[in-house]
Protein backbone atom coordinates (compact mmCIF):
# COMPACT_ATOMS: atom_id res chain seq x y z
CA UNK A 1 0.00 0.00 0.00
CA UNK A 2 2.95 2.10 0.86
CA UNK A 3 3.91 2.23 -2.82
CA UNK A 4 0.47 3.74 -3.77
CA UNK A 5 0.19 6.45 -1.39
CA UNK A 6 2.04 8.31 -3.72
CA UNK A 7 -1.04 9.17 -5.47
CA UNK A 8 -2.51 10.73 -2.52
CA UNK A 9 0.64 13.15 -2.48
CA UNK A 10 -1.50 15.84 -5.27
CA UNK A 11 -4.27 15.32 -2.69
CA UNK A 12 -2.68 16.65 0.60
CA UNK A 13 -4.90 19.28 1.49
CA UNK A 14 -7.94 16.97 1.75
CA UNK A 15 -6.26 14.06 3.06
CA UNK A 16 -5.47 16.18 6.18
CA UNK A 17 -8.59 18.59 6.62
CA UNK A 18 -10.78 15.23 5.98
CA UNK A 19 -9.63 13.74 9.13
CA UNK A 20 -9.04 17.45 11.11
CA UNK A 21 -12.63 18.18 10.29
CA UNK A 22 -13.86 14.48 11.44
CA UNK A 23 -11.71 14.94 14.64
CA UNK A 24 -13.80 18.30 15.12
CA UNK A 25 -16.93 16.59 15.02
CA UNK A 26 -15.81 13.85 17.66
CA UNK A 27 -15.07 16.63 19.93
CA UNK A 28 -18.68 18.25 19.83
CA UNK A 29 -19.62 14.82 19.89
CA UNK A 30 -17.65 14.06 23.52
CA UNK A 31 -19.43 17.21 25.34
CA UNK A 32 -22.73 15.74 24.41
CA UNK A 33 -22.91 13.45 27.59
CA UNK A 34 -21.60 16.23 29.56
CA UNK A 35 -24.47 18.71 28.10
CA UNK A 36 -27.28 16.05 29.36
CA UNK A 37 -25.40 15.15 32.65
CA UNK A 38 -26.13 18.87 33.32
CA UNK A 39 -29.81 19.09 32.06
CA UNK A 40 -30.79 15.57 34.14
CA UNK A 41 -28.79 17.43 37.68
CA UNK A 42 -29.87 20.91 37.56
CA UNK A 43 -32.66 21.41 35.06
CA UNK A 44 -34.59 18.81 35.81
CA UNK A 45 -33.97 18.15 39.71
CA UNK A 46 -34.76 21.60 39.87
CA UNK A 47 -37.39 21.90 37.36
CA UNK A 48 -35.91 24.40 35.77
CA UNK A 49 -37.57 24.94 32.48
CA UNK A 50 -35.38 27.64 31.15
CA UNK A 51 -32.23 25.72 32.00
CA UNK A 52 -33.60 22.97 30.28
CA UNK A 53 -34.97 24.84 27.12
CA UNK A 54 -31.03 26.78 27.44
CA UNK A 55 -29.33 23.40 27.55
CA UNK A 56 -31.51 22.00 24.35
CA UNK A 57 -30.35 25.02 22.39
CA UNK A 58 -26.85 24.21 22.85
CA UNK A 59 -27.60 20.41 22.09
CA UNK A 60 -29.10 21.62 18.54
CA UNK A 61 -25.66 23.72 18.15
CA UNK A 62 -23.25 21.22 18.88
CA UNK A 63 -25.37 18.83 16.31
CA UNK A 64 -25.53 21.52 13.51
CA UNK A 65 -21.65 22.07 13.92
CA UNK A 66 -21.35 18.43 14.17
CA UNK A 67 -23.18 17.92 11.18
CA UNK A 68 -21.03 20.91 9.37
CA UNK A 69 -17.65 19.35 10.06
CA UNK A 70 -19.22 15.81 9.04
CA UNK A 71 -20.11 17.15 5.32
CA UNK A 72 -17.50 19.05 5.45
CA UNK A 73 -14.76 16.10 6.04
CA UNK A 74 -16.97 13.81 3.56
CA UNK A 75 -16.57 16.14 0.93
CA UNK A 76 -12.35 16.42 1.40
CA UNK A 77 -12.34 12.47 1.85
CA UNK A 78 -14.58 11.95 -1.16
CA UNK A 79 -12.17 14.22 -3.52
CA UNK A 80 -9.39 12.33 -2.31
CA UNK A 81 -10.01 8.92 -2.50
CA UNK A 82 -11.67 9.36 -6.32
CA UNK A 83 -8.75 11.50 -7.36
CA UNK A 84 -6.64 9.10 -5.98
CA UNK A 85 -8.43 5.72 -7.55
CA UNK A 86 -8.38 8.04 -10.45
CA UNK A 87 -4.52 8.20 -10.79
CA UNK A 88 -3.88 4.53 -10.10
CA UNK A 89 -6.52 3.37 -12.93
CA UNK A 90 -4.84 5.87 -15.11
CA UNK A 91 -1.17 4.53 -14.43
CA UNK A 92 -2.30 1.26 -14.27
CA UNK A 93 -4.02 1.47 -17.71
CA UNK A 94 -0.99 3.01 -19.12
CA UNK A 95 1.48 0.46 -17.53
CA UNK A 96 -0.48 -2.54 -18.74
CA UNK A 97 -0.20 -1.30 -22.33
CA UNK A 98 3.16 -0.86 -22.14
CA UNK A 99 3.57 -4.57 -20.92
CA UNK A 100 5.11 -7.06 -24.18
CA UNK A 101 2.43 -9.54 -25.13
CA UNK A 102 4.54 -12.02 -23.16
CA UNK A 103 3.59 -10.57 -19.79
CA UNK A 104 -0.16 -10.41 -20.66
CA UNK A 105 -0.03 -13.50 -21.74
CA UNK A 106 1.52 -14.84 -18.38
CA UNK A 107 -0.99 -12.62 -16.34
CA UNK A 108 -4.15 -13.43 -18.46
CA UNK A 109 -6.48 -10.48 -19.55
CA UNK A 110 -9.63 -11.60 -17.04
CA UNK A 111 -7.07 -11.12 -14.31
CA UNK A 112 -5.75 -7.36 -15.36
CA UNK A 113 -9.48 -6.58 -15.85
CA UNK A 114 -10.18 -7.11 -12.08
CA UNK A 115 -7.15 -5.20 -10.74
CA UNK A 116 -8.28 -2.15 -13.07
CA UNK A 117 -11.92 -2.50 -11.91
CA UNK A 118 -12.74 -4.64 -8.54
CA UNK A 119 -9.36 -3.89 -6.89
CA UNK A 120 -9.36 -0.17 -7.66
CA UNK A 121 -12.13 0.49 -6.47
CA UNK A 122 -11.76 -1.56 -3.01
CA UNK A 123 -8.88 0.34 -2.74
CA UNK A 124 -10.23 3.49 -3.25
CA UNK A 125 -13.01 2.83 -0.75
CA UNK A 126 -10.42 1.87 1.72
CA UNK A 127 -9.05 5.58 1.37
CA UNK A 128 -12.28 7.04 1.71
CA UNK A 129 -12.90 5.41 4.98
CA UNK A 130 -9.62 5.35 6.47
CA UNK A 131 -9.04 9.13 5.97
CA UNK A 132 -12.92 9.46 7.96
CA UNK A 133 -12.62 7.09 10.75
CA UNK A 134 -8.79 5.98 11.25
CA UNK A 135 -8.26 9.14 13.42
CA UNK A 136 -12.16 9.54 14.62
CA UNK A 137 -12.83 6.43 16.43
CA UNK A 138 -9.93 5.77 18.16
CA UNK A 139 -10.02 9.67 19.04
CA UNK A 140 -13.39 9.32 20.38
CA UNK A 141 -12.50 6.00 22.54
CA UNK A 142 -9.75 7.62 24.34
CA UNK A 143 -11.18 10.65 24.32
CA UNK A 144 -14.51 8.97 26.20
CA UNK A 145 -12.22 7.28 28.49
CA UNK A 146 -10.51 10.39 29.35
CA UNK A 147 -13.85 12.50 30.18
CA UNK A 148 -14.90 9.00 32.21
CA UNK A 149 -11.92 9.76 34.58
CA UNK A 150 -12.64 13.73 34.22
CA UNK A 151 -16.16 12.21 36.01
CA UNK A 152 -15.15 9.46 38.51
CA UNK A 153 -11.75 7.92 38.21
CA UNK A 154 -13.41 4.57 39.87
CA UNK A 155 -15.76 3.88 37.15
CA UNK A 156 -13.30 4.93 34.79
CA UNK A 157 -11.27 2.01 35.41
CA UNK A 158 -14.01 -0.07 33.73
CA UNK A 159 -13.33 1.54 30.21
CA UNK A 160 -9.43 1.05 30.88
CA UNK A 161 -10.53 -3.12 31.42
CA UNK A 162 -13.32 -2.80 28.41
CA UNK A 163 -10.83 -1.54 25.52
CA UNK A 164 -7.85 -3.64 25.76
CA UNK A 165 -10.29 -6.84 25.29
CA UNK A 166 -12.53 -4.95 22.79
CA UNK A 167 -9.03 -3.89 20.68
CA UNK A 168 -7.50 -7.81 21.30
CA UNK A 169 -10.98 -8.88 19.70
CA UNK A 170 -10.95 -6.78 16.76
CA UNK A 171 -7.31 -7.06 16.19
CA UNK A 172 -7.55 -10.72 16.13
CA UNK A 173 -10.30 -11.39 14.26
CA UNK A 174 -8.38 -9.40 11.69
CA UNK A 175 -5.35 -11.01 11.60
CA UNK A 176 -7.18 -14.32 11.11
CA UNK A 177 -9.15 -12.68 8.06
CA UNK A 178 -6.90 -10.75 5.86
CA UNK A 179 -4.88 -13.73 4.14
CA UNK A 180 -8.67 -15.34 3.83
CA UNK A 181 -9.90 -12.10 1.27
CA UNK A 182 -6.60 -12.56 -0.62
CA UNK A 183 -7.83 -16.16 -1.35
CA UNK A 184 -11.35 -14.38 -2.05
CA UNK A 185 -10.04 -11.90 -4.60
CA UNK A 186 -8.10 -14.90 -6.64
CA UNK A 187 -11.00 -16.76 -6.35
CA UNK A 188 -12.85 -13.72 -8.06
CA UNK A 189 -9.99 -14.08 -10.80
CA UNK A 190 -11.15 -17.49 -11.94
CA UNK A 191 -15.41 -16.04 -11.71
CA UNK A 192 -13.64 -13.07 -14.25
CA UNK A 193 -11.80 -15.40 -16.42
CA UNK A 194 -14.92 -18.13 -17.00
CA UNK A 195 -17.62 -15.15 -17.06
CA UNK A 196 -15.36 -13.37 -20.07
CA UNK A 197 -14.79 -16.23 -21.84
CA UNK A 198 -18.19 -17.39 -21.71
CA UNK A 199 -19.20 -13.71 -22.82
CA UNK A 200 -16.92 -13.49 -25.57
CA UNK A 201 -17.38 -17.17 -26.99
CA UNK A 202 -21.13 -16.95 -27.00
CA UNK A 203 -21.82 -17.90 -30.68
CA UNK A 204 -19.00 -20.83 -29.82
CA UNK A 205 -21.02 -21.97 -26.91
CA UNK A 206 -24.38 -21.89 -28.23
CA UNK A 207 -23.60 -23.24 -31.33
CA UNK A 208 -22.19 -26.42 -29.92
CA UNK A 209 -25.33 -26.91 -27.28
CA UNK A 210 -23.21 -26.74 -24.03
CA UNK A 211 -25.09 -23.79 -22.41
CA UNK A 212 -25.36 -26.37 -19.58
CA UNK A 213 -21.87 -27.53 -19.24
CA UNK A 214 -20.68 -23.38 -19.01
CA UNK A 215 -23.37 -22.86 -16.54
CA UNK A 216 -22.04 -25.57 -14.26
CA UNK A 217 -18.60 -24.92 -14.64
CA UNK A 218 -19.40 -21.20 -13.63
CA UNK A 219 -21.32 -22.80 -10.60
CA UNK A 220 -18.66 -24.79 -9.54
CA UNK A 221 -16.49 -21.38 -9.43
CA UNK A 222 -19.04 -19.00 -8.20
CA UNK A 223 -19.62 -21.79 -5.72
CA UNK A 224 -16.40 -21.53 -4.24
CA UNK A 225 -16.14 -17.96 -4.33
CA UNK A 226 -19.37 -18.10 -2.15
CA UNK A 227 -18.09 -20.40 0.11
CA UNK A 228 -14.56 -18.17 0.39
CA UNK A 229 -16.91 -15.14 1.02
CA UNK A 230 -18.97 -17.29 3.44
CA UNK A 231 -16.28 -18.69 5.84
CA UNK A 232 -14.63 -15.41 5.80
CA UNK A 233 -17.78 -12.72 6.40
CA UNK A 234 -18.53 -15.49 9.20
CA UNK A 235 -15.29 -14.45 10.92
CA UNK A 236 -15.76 -11.38 10.55
CA UNK A 237 -19.43 -11.19 11.64
CA UNK A 238 -18.12 -12.28 14.97
CA UNK A 239 -16.88 -8.68 15.40
CA UNK A 240 -20.63 -7.13 16.50
CA UNK A 241 -21.47 -9.85 18.34
CA UNK A 242 -18.32 -10.33 20.38
CA UNK A 243 -17.99 -6.58 20.67
CA UNK A 244 -21.38 -5.94 21.58
CA UNK A 245 -21.41 -8.46 24.35
CA UNK A 246 -18.28 -7.06 25.89
CA UNK A 247 -19.30 -3.21 25.84
CA UNK A 248 -23.00 -4.86 27.10
CA UNK A 249 -21.63 -6.24 30.22
CA UNK A 250 -19.10 -3.40 30.71
CA UNK A 251 -22.34 -1.39 30.82
CA UNK A 252 -23.96 -3.48 33.09
CA UNK A 253 -21.04 -3.46 35.65
CA UNK A 254 -20.60 0.48 35.43
CA UNK A 255 -24.71 0.73 35.82
CA UNK A 256 -24.42 -1.23 38.95
CA UNK A 257 -21.23 0.52 40.29
CA UNK A 258 -22.83 3.70 39.73
CA UNK A 259 -25.79 3.07 41.55
CA UNK A 260 -23.74 1.97 44.53
CA UNK A 261 -21.74 5.43 44.41
CA UNK A 262 -25.69 7.20 43.53
CA UNK A 263 -26.89 6.05 47.31
CA UNK A 264 -23.45 7.29 48.39
CA UNK A 265 -23.64 10.43 47.59
CA UNK A 266 -20.58 10.64 45.42
CA UNK A 267 -22.10 10.53 42.16
CA UNK A 268 -25.40 11.69 40.95
CA UNK A 269 -27.77 10.68 38.55
CA UNK A 270 -26.62 12.70 35.37
CA UNK A 271 -23.36 11.49 35.76
CA UNK A 272 -23.79 8.10 35.77
CA UNK A 273 -26.25 8.53 32.50
CA UNK A 274 -23.23 10.22 30.83
CA UNK A 275 -20.82 7.21 31.52
CA UNK A 276 -23.04 5.44 29.79
CA UNK A 277 -23.22 7.21 27.50
CA UNK A 278 -19.21 7.37 26.86
CA UNK A 279 -19.51 4.13 26.83
CA UNK A 280 -22.34 3.01 24.24
CA UNK A 281 -19.94 5.84 22.13
CA UNK A 282 -17.14 3.34 22.22
CA UNK A 283 -19.52 0.92 21.46
CA UNK A 284 -20.39 2.65 18.46
CA UNK A 285 -16.84 3.93 17.77
CA UNK A 286 -15.50 -0.09 18.04
CA UNK A 287 -18.00 -1.43 15.72
CA UNK A 288 -17.28 1.29 13.18
CA UNK A 289 -13.05 0.38 14.05
CA UNK A 290 -14.24 -2.90 13.19
CA UNK A 291 -15.74 -2.32 9.76
CA UNK A 292 -13.01 0.20 8.60
CA UNK A 293 -10.49 -2.58 9.89
CA UNK A 294 -12.00 -5.22 7.24
CA UNK A 295 -12.26 -2.41 4.63
CA UNK A 296 -8.73 -1.47 5.39
CA UNK A 297 -8.00 -5.31 4.84
CA UNK A 298 -9.71 -5.95 1.89
CA UNK A 299 -7.96 -3.03 0.38
CA UNK A 300 -4.63 -4.35 1.77
CA UNK A 301 -4.61 -7.34 -0.29
CA UNK A 302 -5.72 -5.36 -3.44
CA UNK A 303 -3.18 -2.73 -2.86
CA UNK A 304 -0.87 -5.74 -2.55
CA UNK A 305 -2.23 -7.26 -6.09
CA UNK A 306 -1.81 -3.73 -7.86
CA UNK A 307 1.37 -3.32 -7.18
CA UNK A 308 2.38 -7.33 -8.18
CA UNK A 309 0.78 -5.54 -11.64
CA UNK A 310 3.12 -2.34 -10.99
CA UNK A 311 6.02 -4.53 -10.28
CA UNK A 312 6.11 -6.89 -13.75
CA UNK A 313 8.42 -5.14 -15.78
CA UNK A 314 8.01 -5.95 -19.59
CA UNK A 315 10.39 -8.08 -21.68
CA UNK A 316 10.59 -5.26 -24.44
CA UNK A 317 12.77 -2.37 -23.42
CA UNK A 318 12.16 0.71 -25.47
CA UNK A 319 15.40 2.31 -26.27
CA UNK A 320 14.10 5.53 -26.12
CA UNK A 321 13.88 7.93 -28.97
CA UNK A 322 17.54 8.69 -30.01
CA UNK A 323 19.13 11.95 -30.90
CA UNK A 324 17.85 13.81 -34.23
CA UNK A 325 21.57 13.75 -35.47
CA UNK A 326 22.14 10.57 -34.76
CA UNK A 327 19.08 9.46 -36.60
CA UNK A 328 19.98 11.27 -39.68
CA UNK A 329 23.37 10.20 -39.82
CA UNK A 330 21.80 6.22 -40.10
CA UNK A 331 19.46 7.55 -42.53
CA UNK A 332 22.60 8.22 -44.66
CA UNK A 333 24.63 5.37 -43.89
CA UNK A 334 21.53 3.05 -45.18
CA UNK A 335 22.96 1.47 -48.32
CA UNK A 336 20.99 1.28 -51.18
CA UNK A 337 19.52 -2.57 -52.04
CA UNK A 338 20.01 -2.71 -48.34
CA UNK A 339 17.34 -5.64 -46.96
CA UNK A 340 14.28 -3.65 -45.50
CA UNK A 341 13.90 -6.52 -42.93
CA UNK A 342 16.46 -9.49 -42.14
CA UNK A 343 16.18 -12.33 -39.48
CA UNK A 344 20.03 -13.47 -39.01
CA UNK A 345 19.58 -17.06 -37.46
CA UNK A 346 16.55 -16.02 -35.09
CA UNK A 347 15.18 -18.57 -32.31
CA UNK A 348 12.47 -17.48 -30.15
CA UNK A 349 10.38 -19.43 -27.41
CA UNK A 350 7.42 -18.21 -25.61
CA UNK A 351 7.59 -18.03 -21.84
CA UNK A 352 7.42 -20.94 -19.92
CA UNK A 353 7.51 -22.69 -23.06
CA UNK A 354 9.64 -25.90 -22.80
CA UNK A 355 10.30 -25.84 -26.41
CA UNK A 356 11.26 -23.28 -28.87
CA UNK A 357 8.48 -22.05 -31.65
CA UNK A 358 10.90 -20.92 -34.17
CA UNK A 359 14.66 -22.16 -34.62
CA UNK A 360 16.96 -20.80 -36.61
CA UNK A 361 15.66 -18.71 -38.91
CA UNK A 362 17.25 -16.89 -41.61
CA UNK A 363 16.53 -14.94 -44.41
CA UNK A 364 16.12 -11.01 -45.96
CA UNK A 365 13.39 -9.00 -47.50
CA UNK A 366 13.99 -6.22 -49.94
CA UNK A 367 12.19 -3.01 -50.09
CA UNK A 368 9.11 -3.24 -52.53
CA UNK A 369 9.14 -7.15 -52.03
CA UNK A 370 6.28 -9.38 -51.47
CA UNK A 371 7.11 -12.06 -48.90
CA UNK A 372 4.45 -15.27 -48.22
CA UNK A 373 4.84 -17.15 -45.56
CA UNK A 374 2.93 -20.51 -44.99
CA UNK A 375 2.83 -23.83 -42.85
CA UNK A 376 0.82 -25.95 -40.99
CA UNK A 377 -1.17 -24.84 -38.34
CA UNK A 378 1.12 -23.91 -35.32
CA UNK A 379 4.39 -23.49 -37.71
CA UNK A 380 5.26 -20.47 -36.48
CA UNK A 381 3.78 -17.99 -38.60
CA UNK A 382 2.33 -15.61 -36.64
CA UNK A 383 5.31 -15.95 -34.24
CA UNK A 384 7.57 -14.82 -36.93
CA UNK A 385 5.96 -11.71 -38.22
CA UNK A 386 5.28 -10.98 -34.54
CA UNK A 387 9.08 -10.24 -33.93
CA UNK A 388 9.20 -7.70 -36.81
CA UNK A 389 7.28 -4.85 -35.03
CA UNK A 390 8.96 -6.31 -31.76
CA UNK A 391 5.43 -7.51 -30.28
CA UNK A 392 7.70 -10.31 -28.89
CA UNK A 393 11.74 -10.37 -28.14
CA UNK A 394 13.56 -12.88 -30.06
CA UNK A 395 15.50 -15.06 -27.94
CA UNK A 396 18.66 -15.91 -30.07
CA UNK A 397 19.93 -14.05 -33.32
CA UNK A 398 18.58 -10.69 -34.69
CA UNK A 399 15.91 -8.82 -36.44
CA UNK A 400 17.11 -6.28 -38.38
CA UNK A 401 14.97 -3.38 -40.50
CA UNK A 402 17.20 -1.23 -42.59
CA UNK A 403 20.07 -2.53 -40.86
CA UNK A 404 19.33 -1.98 -37.45
CA UNK A 405 18.34 -4.69 -34.57
CA UNK A 406 14.65 -3.68 -33.72
CA UNK A 407 15.90 -3.70 -29.94
CA UNK A 408 18.14 -0.71 -30.69
CA UNK A 409 14.77 1.38 -32.67
CA UNK A 410 12.34 3.55 -30.23
CA UNK A 411 9.51 1.36 -30.57
CA UNK A 412 7.42 4.45 -31.62
CA UNK A 413 9.42 4.85 -34.39
CA UNK A 414 9.79 1.21 -35.71
CA UNK A 415 6.20 1.04 -35.09
CA UNK A 416 5.88 3.94 -36.98
CA UNK A 417 7.41 2.30 -39.88
CA UNK A 418 4.91 -0.43 -40.01
CA UNK A 419 1.04 -1.89 -40.39
CA UNK A 420 -0.28 -4.76 -39.05
CA UNK A 421 -3.62 -6.58 -39.69
CA UNK A 422 -3.55 -9.27 -37.39
CA UNK A 423 -5.38 -12.42 -37.48
CA UNK A 424 -8.50 -11.28 -35.71
CA UNK A 425 -9.92 -8.21 -37.34
CA UNK A 426 -10.13 -5.85 -34.38
CA UNK A 427 -12.98 -2.36 -35.10
CA UNK A 428 -13.62 0.24 -32.83
CA UNK A 429 -17.00 1.82 -31.74
CA UNK A 430 -16.69 4.75 -33.36
CA UNK A 431 -17.33 6.19 -37.39
CA UNK A 432 -15.72 4.39 -40.04
CA UNK A 433 -13.49 7.31 -40.57
CA UNK A 434 -12.40 7.33 -36.92
CA UNK A 435 -11.57 3.55 -37.36
CA UNK A 436 -9.51 4.71 -40.41
CA UNK A 437 -7.56 7.82 -38.65
CA UNK A 438 -6.11 4.84 -35.94
CA UNK A 439 -3.87 4.33 -39.22
CA UNK A 440 -3.08 8.01 -39.29
CA UNK A 441 -4.77 10.94 -37.04
CA UNK A 442 -4.51 13.67 -39.75
CA UNK A 443 -5.41 11.55 -42.72
CA UNK A 444 -7.71 13.27 -45.26
CA UNK A 445 -10.93 11.71 -46.29
CA UNK A 446 -8.56 11.48 -50.44
CA UNK A 447 -5.96 9.33 -48.09
CA UNK A 448 -8.45 7.30 -46.65
CA UNK A 449 -10.47 6.38 -49.77
CA UNK A 450 -6.87 5.48 -51.54
CA UNK A 451 -6.58 3.10 -48.84
CA UNK A 452 -10.12 2.39 -48.72
CA UNK A 453 -9.98 1.45 -52.69
CA UNK A 454 -6.18 -0.58 -52.65
CA UNK A 455 -8.35 -2.51 -49.66
CA UNK A 456 -11.00 -3.29 -51.82
CA UNK A 457 -13.31 -1.50 -49.34
CA UNK A 458 -14.49 1.12 -51.32
CA UNK A 459 -17.84 -0.22 -51.38
CA UNK A 460 -18.42 -0.78 -47.94
CA UNK A 461 -18.89 3.21 -47.95
CA UNK A 462 -19.99 3.92 -51.21
CA UNK A 463 -23.57 1.22 -50.28
CA UNK A 464 -23.87 3.53 -47.12
CA UNK A 465 -25.54 7.17 -47.03
CA UNK A 466 -23.45 8.16 -44.50
CA UNK A 467 -20.29 7.05 -46.39
CA UNK A 468 -17.17 7.75 -43.96
CA UNK A 469 -19.59 8.66 -40.89
CA UNK A 470 -21.32 4.98 -41.26
CA UNK A 471 -21.15 3.89 -37.43
CA UNK A 472 -19.75 0.67 -36.53
CA UNK A 473 -20.43 -0.85 -33.48
CA UNK A 474 -17.86 -2.13 -31.01
CA UNK A 475 -16.07 -5.14 -32.30
CA UNK A 476 -17.49 -4.19 -35.75
CA UNK A 477 -20.35 -6.53 -34.80
CA UNK A 478 -22.58 -5.01 -37.37
CA UNK A 479 -20.02 -5.68 -40.20
CA UNK A 480 -19.43 -9.28 -41.81
CA UNK A 481 -16.24 -11.10 -41.54
CA UNK A 482 -15.15 -9.99 -44.68
CA UNK A 483 -15.88 -6.56 -44.81
CA UNK A 484 -14.10 -6.04 -41.24
CA UNK A 485 -10.94 -7.65 -42.72
CA UNK A 486 -10.95 -4.92 -45.42
CA UNK A 487 -11.55 -2.37 -43.37
CA UNK A 488 -8.81 -3.73 -41.00
CA UNK A 489 -6.43 -3.77 -44.21
CA UNK A 490 -7.35 -0.03 -45.46
CA UNK A 491 -6.42 1.08 -41.88
CA UNK A 492 -2.88 -0.32 -41.95
CA UNK A 493 -2.32 1.45 -45.38
CA UNK A 494 -3.50 4.90 -44.51
CA UNK A 495 -0.19 5.26 -42.92
CA UNK A 496 1.72 4.35 -45.88
CA UNK A 497 3.61 1.89 -44.19
CA UNK A 498 7.37 0.74 -45.55
CA UNK A 499 6.67 -2.82 -43.95
CA UNK A 500 2.69 -4.31 -44.38
CA UNK A 501 2.24 -7.65 -42.19
CA UNK A 502 -1.11 -9.01 -43.17
CA UNK A 503 -1.41 -11.98 -40.62
CA UNK A 504 -3.73 -14.31 -42.33
CA UNK A 505 -5.87 -11.48 -42.72
CA UNK A 506 -7.43 -11.99 -45.90
CA UNK A 507 -9.02 -15.35 -44.79
CA UNK A 508 -12.85 -14.43 -44.84
CA UNK A 509 -12.90 -12.95 -48.47
CA UNK A 510 -13.65 -14.69 -51.95
CA UNK A 511 -10.76 -15.92 -54.47
CA UNK A 512 -11.46 -13.41 -56.34
CA UNK A 513 -11.57 -10.10 -53.95
CA UNK A 514 -8.15 -11.78 -52.48
CA UNK A 515 -6.51 -11.49 -56.01
CA UNK A 516 -7.59 -8.38 -56.50
CA UNK A 517 -6.40 -7.04 -53.03
CA UNK A 518 -2.82 -8.44 -53.99
CA UNK A 519 -2.68 -7.29 -57.50
CA UNK A 520 -3.86 -3.78 -55.82
CA UNK A 521 -0.91 -4.06 -53.40
CA UNK A 522 1.39 -4.58 -56.14
CA UNK A 523 0.37 -1.44 -58.31
CA UNK A 524 -0.33 0.99 -55.37
CA UNK A 525 1.71 0.04 -52.09
CA UNK A 526 5.08 0.54 -54.19
CA UNK A 527 8.13 0.49 -52.34
CA UNK A 528 6.45 -1.18 -49.25
CA UNK A 529 7.85 -4.83 -48.18
CA UNK A 530 4.67 -7.03 -47.79
CA UNK A 531 4.52 -9.81 -45.13
CA UNK A 532 1.51 -12.33 -46.57
CA UNK A 533 0.71 -14.87 -44.09
CA UNK A 534 -1.84 -17.58 -45.55
CA UNK A 535 -2.90 -20.52 -45.08
CA UNK A 536 -3.92 -20.80 -48.80
CA UNK A 537 -1.06 -21.56 -51.62
CA UNK A 538 -2.93 -19.82 -54.50
CA UNK A 539 -2.85 -16.28 -52.65
CA UNK A 540 1.42 -16.50 -52.25
CA UNK A 541 2.12 -18.46 -55.18
CA UNK A 542 2.90 -15.17 -57.22
CA UNK A 543 4.67 -13.82 -53.90
CA UNK A 544 8.49 -12.77 -54.40
CA UNK A 545 9.93 -15.20 -52.02
CA UNK A 546 8.46 -17.74 -49.86
CA UNK A 547 8.51 -18.89 -46.60
CA UNK A 548 7.75 -22.30 -45.75
CA UNK A 549 7.75 -23.39 -41.62
CA UNK A 550 7.13 -26.64 -40.59
CA UNK A 551 6.91 -26.92 -36.61
CA UNK A 552 8.88 -23.71 -36.22
CA UNK A 553 12.17 -24.17 -39.31
CA UNK A 554 11.95 -22.90 -42.16
CA UNK A 555 12.02 -25.73 -44.71
CA UNK A 556 12.23 -23.79 -47.58
CA UNK A 557 12.19 -19.94 -48.86
CA UNK A 558 11.97 -19.42 -52.64
CA UNK A 559 9.72 -18.63 -55.24
CA UNK A 560 6.65 -21.01 -56.31
CA UNK A 561 8.83 -22.47 -58.74
CA UNK A 562 11.68 -23.42 -56.93
CA UNK A 563 10.12 -24.61 -53.86
CA UNK A 564 7.74 -27.19 -56.12
CA UNK A 565 11.01 -28.64 -56.94
CA UNK A 566 13.49 -28.67 -53.90
CA UNK A 567 10.85 -28.47 -50.62
CA UNK A 568 8.56 -31.80 -50.20
CA UNK A 569 6.53 -29.56 -47.27
CA UNK A 570 5.47 -26.59 -49.83
CA UNK A 571 5.03 -29.20 -52.61
CA UNK A 572 2.77 -31.61 -50.57
CA UNK A 573 0.90 -28.07 -49.20
CA UNK A 574 0.09 -27.21 -53.09
CA UNK A 575 -0.75 -31.11 -53.97
CA UNK A 576 -3.42 -30.40 -51.27
CA UNK A 577 -4.90 -27.39 -52.50
CA UNK A 578 -4.23 -27.43 -56.22
CA UNK A 579 -5.41 -29.02 -59.08
CA UNK A 580 -1.80 -30.64 -60.63
CA UNK A 581 -1.61 -28.82 -63.65
CA UNK A 582 -2.11 -25.69 -61.34
CA UNK A 583 0.47 -26.61 -58.58
CA UNK A 584 3.03 -27.07 -61.88
CA UNK A 585 1.87 -23.64 -62.99
Known amino acids: MKKLLKYLSIYKKEAVLAPLFKMLEASFELLVPLVMAEIIDTGIKNQDMAFILKMGVVLVLLGAIGLACSLTAQYFAAKAAVGFGAGIRRDLFRHINRLSY ?53 SALIFVLAIPLLSAVVFGIMLLSMPLYKKVQRQLDGVMQITRENLSGARVIRAFNREQDEAEAFKKEGGMLIRFQLFVGRISALLNPVTYVIVNLAII ?25 YMS ?10 NLIISITKALACAGRINRVFEMKSSIVDPGEQQREQEKSEEKAAVPGMPRVSFQNVSFSYQGSKEASLSHISFDAAPGEMIGVIGGTGSGKSTLVNLIPRFYDVTEGQVLVDGTDV ?24 TIRDNMRWGKENASDQEIGEALETAQALEIVKTREEGLDTMIFQGGKNLSGGQRQRLTIARALVRKPQILILDDSSSALDFATDARLRKALRERAEGTTVFLVSQRASALRYADQILVLDDG ?12 KHCPVYREICQSQLSGEEAKQ
Request: glycine share 8%.
Open 102 to 154: SEIDTQGTATLITRMTSDVNQVQSGVNLTLRLFLRSPFIVFGAMIMAFTIDVK
Open 553 to 564: RLAGKGSHEELL
Open 281 to 290: QILVELIKLA
Open 253 to 277: ILIYTGAVQVDSGRLSQGEVVALVN
Open 407 to 430: RAIPLSRLRGRIGVVPQKAVLFKG
